[in-house]
């Protein structure tokens, strides 16, 4: 296969072709100019996902129609001219069809997509129904007075949710991107002037102008007869009429900067002191996107990449560096152009000039001096797992859908997602180091550039003048750098076992089982084995120690959980840091996670087929040979920490402390790690608490699922035997403590602050209570999650107007046999007493009458459909079957094998006895608010 893709690549490069579309995928188009995709696929039985694409968006609005774009989305569900009001959303409840979940929309700048996922195509007029939805999504969106007033709040609180900091800080970006473009007038959302002023024959004039067939497509893909569905297409769909004298599209153009553009992104809620240098490249032209050449100028730039991140990651290890951490991410600002961002975090606010100077001299060094082969090998590495992270062995119905779309609004090739990662693939191996530098300089040097600090308003004059930053960057120009290339180590996975266990009398290798063995050294090993699975993963290693912070020093225990920070985040083996694990070609397709946890602590590891061996001899070397990394590195991960927790404290962090503390009743295992308990850290605390936690082979027990054969069980057995054992190396008391809520009664914590940008209250009304962690209970959840969290939308944000998103759910602590169900949101504070009181009221009324029949019918045929539709899409997934492999094991709970059954068990009366059950319980409300 992979000979014949490099041919085929070989020959369209040479003469720049346009790669083929694929030839299972229908594509047509209708007289009044609607396009369509039809494809049928096998991997989704008896369902198909409907979606319809608008090529319009924000930039298609006039300065007084900011966010009708996106206020006419939300329009969508509350009525069209066959489904008035929200008869929309029941229909398809009815079939298990659920909004938010296999039914949601979103507006950008440049497009409008909304779908329906999941249809099950359980008769030829319930899928007629479902494509006359799309047509009326197409032309006939009602947009009535009432259902427009009452979307007026909801959206209000979407708009309210922007002075949050990750998204006050994407639109600070996008401005300073889209410098002198429409694009920095359109946020999406628009202003709330718009969208509580708007008449309602201005949104049907925007919608009746822009929304047409001819900027339209419909992509149907899944388990469907493609001739029959082409017809229904096309005879529900060609009685919409083209438009007379349809508006034009203007092309918004993004101003070329001519010079380097130096503006700072200043902003109160801008806590975090960085430097951001841009560098903006051309996106390359709708008509070259279909063709071989633009997954070459992906590949090259995956690995260009690399090879700086990895110039510079390396910098900060450096004595006298003046970053303490440095991101390097690229990607695509839409199809407008490629940006590679550098985000440099100084060492101190005194180091601003010298973190300017670091890049421009690190970037000048690789621009003149190249880079070492080395260097390429291993950008190359990690470009290659990038390009085949998810690696496809399905491909679902949704990424089909994403091709189509990419296909009908950008022009790429309509290709399977599986090929296009195989042709990436083959990109970056074929690379070569000439290719590689001349597009470095591309991306770096002949490029636009926007150099930009990050700060708190209050501290700009700390900054460098625009005048000095470009004198640093022409004395960095005019003196020369020698060359320096990094170093790269192999390493050594070799281990010897003692050979003391034989796989003689295993079962057959394709046979499904398990099996349990315990080992003179008390480790105990619990294999799931699985017959073989079509997965990039096919062993997952989890070994769990009876430890945790029970076996923590606890008369430091702060400063003992601290160093289990350091311990997950950095430790290696054999002097290889955790980083040179991650990037080498022997280890970085072994994926492993430490944790050290209140109950326990946990080693996970997941690889491929060919990787089993070297993961195996990862998990016994970390364990025997453990590497803390540096005491440089150590003491850098100190003061990163204690700089941020010595700064000055939000009023919101001081309330998340306040809460902790009420919620787990001040247990010291939940206690606030401060800036002294960091500072109180050295190696001596760190080999100790890994020694506590991971040095006793009697106190664990290895959970493995695979499908591999008696070859590599073998060697994993003779791993667990060979591991040490200790005796007696814990004495006196482990206190083991609760890990769960432990609040008792009707507790209130209510916060109210000075105001910060606007007004909000964040609000949560927990539910603790004991459960008998019972199979039938896990099921009683699931239904009475899906009807509350209906009832909270329909009353909290549809009647009340008074949040974007409120949930409710519930979590199950097995180890303490309770459970805890929330009701979550966030308002306008004077709506706040209002939707706390309809919170409760609609628990107490669960309680008292439990749910409507037609409720408990739609979860229960909806929680069935999940049921199968996660059985199908997870059926490979040997993490998902080695959780619930060890949940039956360590609690007796196996749920999801009886789901069906149990949910035809399940009654209306056990939902209102659980609710009831809840309701008796302790409670917690907590409303932090800023006013």
């Given at each position: ?539 997952v290693i989890k070994a769990v120690f009876d430890t945790g912070f029970r076996t923590l020093p606890q008369d430091r225990m702060e400063s003992a959980r601290a160093a289990a920070a350091y311990i997950t985040r950095y430790s290696g083996f054999r002097n290889y840091s955790r980083k040179e694990l991650k990037d ?348």
């Open positions: 296969m992979l000979c014949l893709l490099l041919t085929v690549i070989t020959c369209l490069t040479a003469v720049g072709q346009r790669i083929p579309d694929d030839p299972g995928t229908t594509i047509g188009k209708l007289e009044n100019g609607l396009t369509y995709y039809l494809r049928h696929n096998p991997e989704n039985k008896g369902c198909a996902d409907f979606y319809i694409i608008h090529n319009v968006g924000a930039l298609q609005e006039e300065d007084n129609q900011n966010g009708l774009a996106h206020f006419l989305e939300h329009m969508a569900f509350n009525g069209t001219e066959r489904y008035p009001d929200k008869t929309i959303l029941n229909f398809l409840e009815k079939d298990g069809v659920r909004f938010g979940y296999n039914v949601n929309a979103y507006t950008s700048r440049t497009e409008t997509v909304y779908n329906i996922s999941a249809v099950p195509l359980v008769r030829k007029t319930f899928v007629d129904s479902v494509l006359f939805v799309l047509h009326d999504w197409s032309c006939a969106i009602s947009c009535e007075q009432d259902a427009l007033d009452a979307e007026r709040g909801v959206i209000s609180e979407e708009w309210r949710r922007k002075d949050e900091p990750r998204a006050l800080m994407a639109e600070l970006q996008n401005n300073l991107v889209y410098k002198g473009a429409k694009h920095t007038e359109r946020n999406v959302v628009g202003t709330l002037d718009i969208i509580n002023g708007f008449e309602r024959q201005e949104i049907l004039d925007f919608y009746h102008k822009w929304y047409r067939p001819d900027l339209q497509a419909i992509a149907v893909v899944g388990d469907i007869d493609v001739e029959d569905m082409e017809k229904r297409v096309a005879d529900i769909f060609s009685k919409i009429p083209a438009q007379k004298n349809p508006a034009q599209k203007e092309t918004y153009a993004v101003p070329v900067l001519e010079e380097p553009l130096f503006e700072n992104m200043l902003h109160p809620m801008v806590k975090v002191n960085t430097l951001k240098i841009i560098h903006k490249q051309p996106f390359p032209a709708r008509e070259e996107r279909g063709g071989m050449g633009f997954y070459k100028d992906m590949a090259l730039r995956y690995i260009a990449t690399e090879i700086i991140k990895e110039r510079f990651n390396r910098e900060t290890e450096k004595d006298g560096c003046p970053a303490k951490h440095i991101a390097v991410v690229t990607n695509k600002a839409s199809s407008d152009f490629y940006t590679t961002m550098f985000t440099i975090s100084p060492k101190s606010e005194a180091l601003q000039e010298e973190v300017l100077e670091l890049h421009a001299r690190e970037l000048k060094r690789v621009l003149d001096h190249g880079f070492s082969d080395d260097e390429l090998q291993a950008a190359k590495f990690q470009a290659g797992r990038k390009v085949n992270n998810g690696a496809m062995e399905t491909v679902r119905n949704g990424d089909w859908i994403k091709s189509c779309i990419e296909h009908f609004l950008r022009g790429e090739a309509l290709i399977s997602p599986a090929e296009k990662k195989e042709i990436q693939a083959v990109m970056v191996a074929e690379a070569t180091a000439g290719e590689v530098s001349e597009y470095i300089r591309k991306m770096f040097a002949d490029c636009e550039k926007i150099y930009s600090y990050t700060i708190d308003q209050d501290k700009a004059d700390i900054l460098p003048s625009e005048a000095r930053m470009k004198e640093i960057l022409a004395q960095v120009e005019a003196t020369p750098v020698p060359p320096s290339y990094p170093e790269f180590q192999k390493i050594d996975l070799d281990v010897t076992y003692p050979t003391v266990f034989a796989m003689s009398t295993a079962p057959s290798d394709t046979a499904s089982y398990m099996q349990k063995h315990s080992f003179p050294n008390g480790a105990q090993v619990s294999r799931f084995k699985v017959g073989q699975v079509r997965a990039s993963n096919h062993m080498s070609p022997e280890t970085g397709n072994i994926n492993m996670m430490m944790e050290i946890e209140r109950d326990e602590s946990t080693i996970t590891l997941t690889c491929g087929k060919d990787d089993a061996f070297k993961a195996i001899n990862m998990l016994y070397l970390t364990l025997t040979e453990p590497y803390f990394d540096t005491e440089r590195n150590l003491e850098r991960f100190k003061t990163s920490q204690v700089r941020t927790l010595e700064k000055e404290r939000s009023d919101r962090s001081i309330y998340n402390e306040e809460n902790r503390r009420i919620r787990y009743c001040d247990s010291p295992w939940r206690r606030e790690v401060t800036a002294e308990h960091f500072k109180a850290i050295d190696m001596d605390l760190v080999k100790e608490v890994f020694d506590r936690s991971f040095g006793d082979a009697g106190r664990m027990t290895l959970y493995v699922c695979d499908d591999l054969g008696m070859k590599e069980c073998s060697h994993l057995y003779n791993m667990a035997a060979s591991l040490p054992a200790a005796e007696d190396r814990f004495s006196g008391k482990e206190e083991k403590l609760p890990s769960w809520p432990q609040y008792r009664g009707r507790r209130h914590h209510v916060r109210k602050h000075a105001l910060r940008t606007v007004p909000k209250s964040e609000v949560s009304l927990s539910y603790k209570f004991d459960i008998r962690l019972k199979d039938e209970e896990y099921v009683i959840f699931d239904i009475l999650d899906y009807i509350m969290d209906a009832r909270c939308m329909n009353q909290i944000r549809e009647a009340r107007g008074g949040t974007y998103s409120v949930t409710f759910s519930t979590e199950v602590f097995p180890s303490g046999k309770i459970a805890e169900s929330t009701i979550a949101f966030q308002t306008r504070p004077e709506m706040k007493d209002i939707l706390v009181e309809d919170a409760g009221r609609l628990m107490e009324e669960m309680a008292s009458e439990g749910p409507t029949e037609a409720e408990f019918e739609n979860a229960c045929r909806y929680l069935a459909k999940r049921h199968q539709e996660q059985n199908e899409r997870f059926k490979d997934n040997l993490t998902r079957k080695l959780e619930s492999h060890m949940m039956k094991e360590r609690y007796g709970i196996d749920h999801q094998s009886e789901y069906l059954r149990l949910l035809e068990k399940t009654s209306r009366k056990d939902i209102r006895r659980m609710a009831r059950r809840i309701t008796k319980g302790d409670s917690l409300l907590s409303v932090y608010t800023e006013k």
